[in-house]
DNA sequence: GCGACAG
DNA sequence: ATCTTGTCGC
């Protein structure tokens, strides 16, 4: 079946010359594949890698957040990395990379516009997060391999994904009190929970990436929330990612 | 054929 | 993602 038969899949085009010419393809998946067709068959080669078990720490030391600002010209983006300390959620370290998109938007094949940027700010960084916290999906993908699944087989840290929008999946609204959740179900499996993490707010949409339970991803993305609907990794790294590229902008 | 579609 | 006008509430 041709990828733009597949389910799910419509309006799917080759990426034309968004992609400047590339050089060679390393191995291991965090490079931009050059087609749509490549960029399936880089997520169904890794998808195996993914560790489905966990549980991943119950009480990690840091957390990191990751998240991407794009120019409104579509051309330029910053990545950040923000590490948090789990227990006080404050800021002990970040780093930005600020760069092209890798790819064009394509529901599915997200994580390939993102990656190279968010591995590069990653590998800025002097610490190594316990867990990462990745603003996507994770297992709650068409493939069952979202951002959250590529960044952590990438790097083999434990990973997770918090989701403001659904991608995938039928559910039902969890009751509207802080730390109710419903189940996330797609094609017959359960493949994240709906999370309220704020009474009257809409939820998020927690998911598996790597090395973590979901009933784990669960209690820390609740521990992130203390106050606001998305975790403050999330929160710290989109303020940085945002002032980061206004800085890029005006100099 | 018509929707649905992370950021 | 980003742009937008107004509105509500602390």
Request: hydrophobic share 45%; glycine share 8%.
């Amino acid at each position: 079946m041709a990828v733009s038969d597949q389910p799910g899949y419509r309006n799917i085009r080759e990426p034309e010359s968004i992609t400047p010419p590339t050089p060679p393809t390393p191995p291991d998946g965090a490079s931009a594949p050059g087609s749509v067709a490549k960029a399936v068959a880089v997520q169904d080669r890794l998808r195996p890698l993914v560790d489905l078990v966990g549980p991943g720490p119950a009480v990690p030391a840091t957390v990191a957040g990751l998240d991407v600002a794009y120019a409104e010209s579509g051309d330029r983006l910053a990545a950040a990395v923000t590490v948090l300390d789990a227990r006080t959620l404050v800021v002990v370290e970040s780093a930005v990379s600020v760069g092209r998109p890798a790819f064009r938007y394509v529901p599915g094949l997200f994580a390939f516009r993102e990656l190279p940027a968010l591995l590069d700010a990653l590998d800025r960084l002097t610490t190594r997060p316990e867990l990462l916290v990745c603003d996507g999906h994770g297992l709650a993908h068409p493939r069952r391999f979202g951002l959250a699944c590529h960044l952590g087989v990438v790097t083999d840290l434990p990973a997770i994904g918090v989701g403001k929008t659904p991608l995938v999946g039928d559910w039902r609204p969890p009751a509207d009190v802080r730390g109710a959740w419903s189940p996330l179900r797609d094609g017959g499996e359960v493949v994240g929970r709906v999370l309220r993490t704020r009474a009257g707010v809409k939820p998020v949409f927690v998911s598996v990436g790597h090395r973590m339970s979901l009933d784990n991803a669960t209690t820390q993305v609740l521990a992130l929330t203390p106050r606001f609907r998305l975790p403050e990794t999330t929160r710290a790294a989109d303020r940085l990612c945002r002032d980061a590229l206004a800085a890029a902008a005006s100099s």
